[in-house]
């Protein structure tokens, strides 16, 4: 087991760990009871984590008399909304949760955004944890107190940073995962890798495809190495304003593809192909050698994962997700770029070098850019 301590600068009250290993799961009791006290415990999760992972947990607090309630969610992005939240928060209360009460997350990004998010607003705050069940959220969305819930007009446009009180990533419960989802947490590893940890990308390039095996004795890890690499960056800049920016390395077009999609994208593959782009971009502006880049985009598709956009998503369909998603200011998108592999730096892009960069890299259509000026 692997424990990393998220100290949040002048928050120590708010600081918590990071527990990583095979197993520890079977922890989760005694990791609640050094805590603390609570007088309500309820445990969150989907019609797919519940069978496989929530009820065996759930049996397993009430033998050491953790007696909690089960709130199961239909699966998939689209219960990520306000409605699911007021209905979560309804049902609280019929069952008397007071400000004293913790909520267990035990799910992908979807349950533990949904989550964190009624906690941050439930009683005006009440306490989390998070047990992610899937790679993605075990190394990217269940750290650093970012909650929300989509809108029809973007991902995430309502939400509160609520940090947990901890975190715990079993990699044993990866083993249900289809390959897809799996790739959809190396494409969250990677960036790790290519924005602060060159030793772990040097890790990933001699394993390459063998990591998507869950039972790989390698990846807890590289798991822990990809945590580290977000709580230190999120220790120092709390409430993204400034450093915690880099954080979103092949997001800013990643997100734009999965709006562009309809959300028929997953995240991490929208966010491999925005890596992709950005890798392309970082040899153009950031000063990445061509070794590098070819390095950085070898690595993407040794993992099975994409680095071009999609042909059939116009420029115009993406600079209007950019503009909707607060990306593009004044004509202007702020880009995280690479400099060297294990260092990011933020670049100014104009709309219009913009377009033209990706029309040039990925073939796509010239549809214009109208109201882009």
């Known amino acids: ?11 120590k009250d708010s600081s918590y760990d990071l527990l990583i290993g095979r197993g520890i ?3 989760l009791h005694r990791e609640i009871q050094r805590l603390g006290s609570f007088s309500f415990y309820g445990l969150v999760t989907d019609e797919v984590v519940r069978p496989l992972v929530a009820e065996p947990l759930l049996e397993e607090l009430k033998s050491y008399g953790i007696k909690t309630a089960l709130f199961t969610l239909p699966a998939g992005e689209a ?3 306000m409605d699911t939240v007021v209905d979560l928060c309804h049902e609280l209360t019929t069952l008397s949760f007071d400000r004293k009460s913790l909520l267990i997350a035990v799910g ?3 349950i533990g955004d949904i989550t964190g998010f009624a906690a941050a607003i439930y009683m005006r705050g009440i306490r989390y944890i998070q047990v992610p069940t899937t790679l993605l959220a075990q190394v990217d969305s269940a750290i650093g107190g970012k909650t929300g819930v989509d809108l029809p007009s973007g991902k995430n446009l309502l939400g509160a940073f609520h940090q947990p009180l901890l975190v715990l990533a079993d990699p044993d419960v990866l083993g249900t995962l289809p390959p897809d989802a799996m790739r959809d947490g190396f494409a969250e590893i990677i960036k790790s890798a290519l924005i602060g940890q060159p030793k772990l990308f040097s890790i990933l390039e001699m394993e ?11 990846l807890e890890n590289i798991i822990a190495d990809a945590c580290s690499v977000k709580c230190r960056v999120v220790s120092q800049d709390e409430l993204e304003a400034g450093l915690r920016r ?16 309809n959300y028929k994208i997953s995240h991490g593959h929208a966010v491999a192909a925005g890596m992709g782009a950005a890798v392309q971009f970082s040899r153009q502006w950031a000063g990445l050698t061509s070794d590098e880049a070819d390095r950085a985009l070898s690595l993407i598709r040794k993992l099975g994962l994409p680095t071009e956009l999609p042909a059939d998503v116009d420029v115009n369909s993406l600079l209007v997700a ?9 004509g202007i998108c702020h880009f995280v770029l690479i400099s060297k592999i294990g260092q990011a730096i933020i670049h100014p892009i104009s709309v219009e070098d913009l377009r033209q960069s990706l029309t040039q890299i990925q073939g796509f259509r010239d549809s214009g850019i109208q109201g882009f000026q």
């Open 25 to 27: 799961l079977s922890s």
């Open 79 to 81: 219960t990520k909304t």
């Open 1 to 11: 087991m692997q424990r990393i301590r998220l100290t949040l600068e002048g928050r």
């Open 108 to 110: 992908g990004g979807v």
């Open 208 to 218: 390459g495809a063998n990591l998507l095996n869950a039972d790989n004795p390698m």
């Open 322 to 330: 950019l503009e909707r998603d607060k990306k593009i200011q004044a």
């Open 246 to 261: 880099i954080l979103n390395f092949g997001h800013t077009l990643g997100h734009a593809l999965e709006a562009a999609s």
